[in-house]
């Protein structure tokens, strides 16, 4: 059983950063891809950003391109996301996820495998 634990998610103000990691179980991490996920409230969950299992390969949503990094260290088994320029439109549930496949992708559905969440808020 693939377990995910988020942790960095807080309180900042617009400007500010914040970094999230996911510490994942399991011993083929470097075999799948991994994502990052966010939901607002009353808002449906939403694609942030992907990284294919090597590390060589990321996509992130239009929203925060240019302002987010998502990387990965395959010997701790941990994905990081990098958030910078942080807006209050950011506000929200930020859920990691594990890929069925080595390759990126920007579809929940491809994702059998969640996080529990961290709360990121971010104030004007």
């Known amino acids: 059983q693939v377990q995910l634990v988020e942790s960095g998610g807080g309180l900042v103000q617009a400007g500010g950063s914040l970094r999230l990691s996911c510490a994942a179980s399991?011993?083929?991490?470097?075999?799948?891809?991994m994502g990052w996920f966010r939901q607002a409230p009353g808002k449906e969950r939403e694609f942030v950003a992907t990284i294919s299992g090597n590390g060589g390969s990321t996509y992130y949503a239009n929203s925060v391109k240019g302002r987010f990094t998502i990387s990965r260290d395959n010997a701790k088994n941990t994905v990081y996301l990098q958030m910078n320029s942080l807006k209050p439109e950011d506000t929200a549930i930020y859920y990691c996820a594990r890929a069925r496949l080595y390759t990126t992708a920007s579809n929940p559905d491809e994702y059998p495998y969640w996080g529990q969440g961290t709360q990121v808020t971010v104030s004007s």
């Open positions: 399991g011993r083929t991490f470097s075999s799948y891809a």
